[in-house]
């Protein structure tokens, strides 16, 4: 009988337990909502370097992105028929030919700051950062390192960074014909400024 | 059972901790979602034009399309013409892309000396996605074509209005994929002057056009319009009298700023009058021109950057 009760008592404590601990597992997850930043507005650009009459650029203003300042996880979703050109054809043939987006409609990016330690998002300054992830481009996922910089001002957290894509590696094939307008590798700009997402 | 405890504690914490992992991008994608946009197909086709006749497409806003569009003479003409080769008739146009949704364009032709002006407007475009998203894209054209060669008969009266003709169609588009687009072409054609008493001054037609992409920068077209058996004034044909119903097949290859066209037609016009009503080459007796467009787009006004 006591035996009986003690495991009893044993097992409602290890009950207790589990839930205290499933209660904190949440609130661990909780907790991480709360230190989501986010954009809808973040800007990427681009231009091939290749001396052409007609400069092959693009900006797009919709790009996606969050942040979160606890676990420095790193997510950018670009959809690719948000970057213009100033030429129409140019943004067709983009579209159509090289990047494909009825079938690839979107770029993402999947990482995290390498170095999140020295970030402090409560402090003024602007802290350089290394970002490693997944790039998905074309339908093809590449794992990238790129450097950037986190900037706090006033409460406010931006991101900027500079890099450079291999066409080559996201299967993004020039012909001939064009090789000489277009670069083999496009220089990319990413520059967001997020707001605590609510 | 401290194990088991151990065991569930661990769990519960890799379960956090996946889920949060996850749960920024699958969050991002939530957003994302919230505000999806309408979007409008683009790319039907590669150029304004699918042989002879328009295309959906129009040139966009600001952009001046120059387009020299060629014909030899017939296939079946034999060596001694180089099988057509030796003969040529041409058509010189500009295309200039007003808005997004409306284009006009003037050209000449070396066929019965012929100028020509159109306007071309999207009156739906198809797209899906969000609100109101269309199946289908349509557009009108109107085109007024003017023959300036000398008068036949100097001596009675003529009429500077007996040079002019009007075309009026409508197209009805569908990008199904990327691989396949369909067009329909209703058409209306007035001519003010035809030579025959019985020869009807307004003619209908249905014409049906479509590509196949072979690749990205090539593909395969096709394009017949069918004379309909409709007269409005009776005793009057529906059709002028020696004539064929126009067949094309061709290709367009692009080439960054060029598209190229190479086809065969039964045509020798390229006015809508021209290989709509008087199309004399029976295409399946060898009547065939080998012939090309060339469309060089240059952006005279740029787009306005989004900032």
């Known amino acids: 009988m006591d035996q009986f009760r003690i495991t009893k008592q044993l097992k409602l404590m290890t009950m207790k337990k589990i839930i205290f601990l499933s209660f904190f597992a949440a609130l661990a997850v909780l907790s991480n909502a709360q230190n989501v930043q986010m954009t809808k507005t973040g800007k990427i650009s681009f231009y091939s370097r290749a001396k052409a009459i007609e400069k092959v650029e693009a900006d797009n203003n919709e790009v996606s992105s969050m942040l979160n300042t606890q676990t420095g996880q790193f997510v950018f979703a670009v959809l690719i028929k948000g970057f213009h050109f100033s030429s129409a054809l140019m943004e067709e043939h983009f579209n159509e030919n090289y990047l494909e987006s009825n079938k690839f409609p979107k770029s993402t990016f999947n990482g995290k700051i390498s170095d999140l330690s020295a970030i402090n998002f409560t402090k003024d300054g602007v802290y350089a950062i290394t970002v490693d992830g997944d790039m998905t481009m074309h339908g093809v996922t590449k794992k990238v390192s790129t450097p950037g910089s986190i900037t706090v001002k006033a409460g406010k957290i931006a991101a900027f960074s500079k890099f450079n894509v291999k066409l080559k590696d996201y299967n993004i094939t020039v012909p001939s014909l064009v090789a000489d307008k277009i670069s083999e590798e496009i220089d990319v700009t990413v520059d967001c400024k997020y707001e605590p997402k609510s | 059972m401290k194990n088991l405890l151990l065991i569930l504690v661990a769990f519960c914490f890799s379960i956090s901790k996946v889920f949060a992992q996850d749960d920024l991008m699958k969050m991002l994608e939530d957003e994302t979602k919230k505000d999806k946009k309408k979007e409008f197909a683009t790319a039907t086709f590669k150029t304004s034009r699918l042989i002879n006749g328009h295309s959906i497409e129009n ?42 949704r409306l284009m006009v364009g003037v050209g000449r032709s070396t066929f019965q000396k012929q100028y020509d002006a159109f306007g071309k407007f999207k009156i739906l475009r198809q797209s899906h996605g969000g609100k109101g998203s269309s199946p289908l894209s349509i557009s009108a054209v109107s085109t007024v074509m003017l023959k300036t060669l000398k008068w036949e008969d100097p001596t009675r009266k003529n009429y500077y209005t007996s040079r002019l003709s009007f075309a009026n169609q409508l197209i009805f588009a569908r990008k199904f994929n990327e691989g396949f687009s369909l067009q329909l072409m209703p058409s209306f054609i007035h001519n003010n002057l035809v030579q025959g008493s019985t020869d009807p001054n307004d003619i209908f037609a249905l014409g049906v056009g479509g590509r196949i992409k072979l690749t990205k920068r090539l593909s395969f077209n096709a394009e017949y319009y069918h004379v309909l058996p409709i007269s409005v004034v009776e005793g009057e044909g529906y059709m002028i009298p020696g004539t064929k119903n126009s067949l094309a097949l061709g290709f367009d290859i692009e080439t960054g700023g060029h598209v190229f066209q190479l086809h065969f037609t039964n045509s020798t016009g390229m006015t809508e009058r021209n290989f709509i009503t008087e199309t004399t080459g029976d295409f399946f007796k060898g009547d065939i021109h080998f012939g090309f467009n060339v469309s060089r787009v240059f952006t005279i006004k740029e787009k306005r950057k989004k900032k």
């Open chain 2, 59 to 100: 040139a966009a806003a600001g952009v001046l399309d120059f387009k020299i569009s060629h014909r030899f003479g017939m296939v079946n003409k034999g060596g001694y013409e180089m099988f057509g080769l030796d003969q040529a008739t041409m058509r010189i146009g500009l295309d200039y892309g007003i808005s997004n």
